[in-house]
């Protein structure tokens, strides 16, 4: 078992969305889910003290935080951010933060991993593929490259183009599980791995509110819904979690 904060990583799944800089504290601690992903590369501003205002002002929320800074079209980013100013981000805003998200094919990545370790941070290194599946050999190949480079837990996101392609990387979930990874299928076809991956280990499912930052991704209240159906353990974490909030 790993945990990425407080919140601890097992086999009952866990949620997490996507945040920006724009939406309020308020609407965010009323989700109930379980993680989140601060999307830097979404914000308004990349100045310094906005990103750490905002990060000092979400970890009012109670939940672990992931540092993440996508860059454009290759991972999924929605603007070209240079690896000289995204270090910076990462060196000012890693201590407040229990995980930082970085890309397997990013040039800074060995600078990060060592800031991360250097401030104790869960690394989470990740692979995004929006045209196809891997071959199992090409799965294989991500995952090792990722441990290599001293990942927690290797993320490896794929395109989905057949259920054949869900069931593979389904099945690669299984195999690995053991090992800390966080996988789904992209696209509508792999929208079912956001409910069946967590069965087979996957540590993360992710979600949203309001604009998908995936393709594929569930809106939050379907994936709730459905997951405290099928999952009897999530269903009672769910419950619990509201009532705590209800009772803050």
Do not use: W
């Not at 965010?28 to 308004?44: A, G, H, N, T």
């Not at 672990?64 to 860059?71: A, E, F, H, K, V």
């Not at 999924?76 to 990462?90: A, P, R, Y």
């Not at 991993?113 to 401030?119: G, S, T, Y």
């Amino acid at each position: 078992m790993i945990k990425l904060g407080k919140t601890s990583l097992n086999s009952t799944p866990r949620v997490a969305i996507a945040i920006t800089d724009k939406e309020p504290n308020e609407n965010i601690k009323s989700l109930c889910v379980d993680v989140l992903e601060v999307r830097v590369d979404q914000f308004q501003s990349y100045d310094i003290d906005h990103i750490k205002g905002n990060i000092l002002k979400r970890k009012e929320i109670g939940v672990p935080l992931i540092l993440t800074i996508r860059n454009a079209k290759e991972e999924g980013g929605k603007s070209h951010i240079s690896d000289s100013i995204k270090l910076k981000i990462f060196e000012s805003v890693a201590p407040l933060v229990d995980a930082i998200d970085i890309e397997l094919n990013s040039p800074i990545i060995s600078k990060v991993i060592n800031l991360a370790k250097k401030n104790k941070n869960l690394i989470i290194v990740s692979s995004h593929n929006f045209k196809d599946t891997p071959r199992d050999t090409g799965l294989e190949k991500v995952f090792k490259n990722a441990l290599k480079k001293g990942a927690n837990i290797v993320k490896i996101a794929t395109k989905a183009n057949s259920l054949d392609d869900v069931n593979r990387l389904m099945q690669f979930t299984t195999k690995h599980k053991k090992h800390n990874v966080i996988t789904m299928s992209l696209g509508s076809i792999g929208s079912i791995s956001r409910l069946t991956f967590p069965s087979a280990g996957s540590l993360l499912t992710y979600s949203y509110v309001g604009q998908p930052s995936a393709p594929g991704q569930i809106p939050l209240d379907v994936l709730q819904e459905h997951l405290r159906l099928y999952y009897p353990e999530y269903n009672q974490h769910f419950i619990d979690k509201s009532e705590a909030i209800e009772n803050a």
